[in-house]
């Protein structure tokens, strides 16, 4: 993929155009997720500390400086802290650890770093969340999302229209969620959306959806939902029997279920069945959004992707 800022942590900044291995990767930590932004990414370990690389001019890395970094590197300034989960926004970075906190780095211009008045910072520092314990976090271009263990859900920065509420306090009760266009699925199954829809990825007709926007049963063919996923202009849904949806540019009316393996150039003509005998098994295990295109893994370990949204 693109290296511009040394984003694949190889040690230049030469663009990819197959996979290569990170060779020696620093101390020989295992990898558990990793996250990537607009121009830097960020491995977390499974023993908690994060290794960092890529675009550095906001000081998103968290370094203590603002020069770029083209292998991966550990982030000293949290060492002493056990980081359970990261999320990358365009050009800041929201970390949380496992007793709850949540800290962040980088630019600060919309105020993503949810600290409102203050400038960009290069060192991750604590966000306030109302004093509560944060289970959950996502972030987006310019904005951020945090679940409480009191089950409320909170919102910051850019992307939000300027006079939505910054927290959310109805009955609905989130546990899973994504942040292109904010997605939480509830214990019920329903699934809820709000934000950006100029493509009619949110099946409603307003062009910004200010508020959770509960998305009709009969889009899923009454199938609860276990999983969601958002890209830059469409979201993929996930229901209980494994079968997957879309919902993306031009799908203004519906969600059909995706057939894996043979699509349509057409964005309203995917088929309604499950998988075909030629495609890979459609019972999809993990799914990785990227802006116009979705990794995806099946349980039969086949990886392959599926091309959604603008051409």
Known sequence: GANSFGQLGLGDTSDSFLPQQVIGFPDQQVIKAISGGGGHTVATTVSGEIYVCGQNSDGQLGLNHTCDVT????????????????????????????????????SNNFSQLGRSGEGSSSVPRPVDVCKKIVVDVAAGLRHALAITDDRRLFQWGTGIASHAKRFVQKNSVPVIFTAKEPSPVQDTGELYVWGRN???????????????????????????IRAVWSGWSHLLAKTESGKLFSGEEELLSAWPSLEIGRGSNRRHEWASQRGSNTGPDSLLNQLLPGGLWIGAQSSNKRRFVIFLGME
């Open 198 to 224: 100029q493509h009619g990825q949110l099946l409603h007709q307003d062009l910004f959806v200010l508020q959770p926007w509960k998305v009709g049963d009969h889009f899923f063919l009454g199938e609860k």
């Open 71 to 106: 292998h991966f590197t550990l982030c000293t300034a949290i060492v002493n802290l056990h980081v359970s989960k990261v999320a990358c926004g365009w050009n800041f970075t929201i970390i949380l650890t496992n007793n709850g906190e949540l800290l962040s780095c980088g």
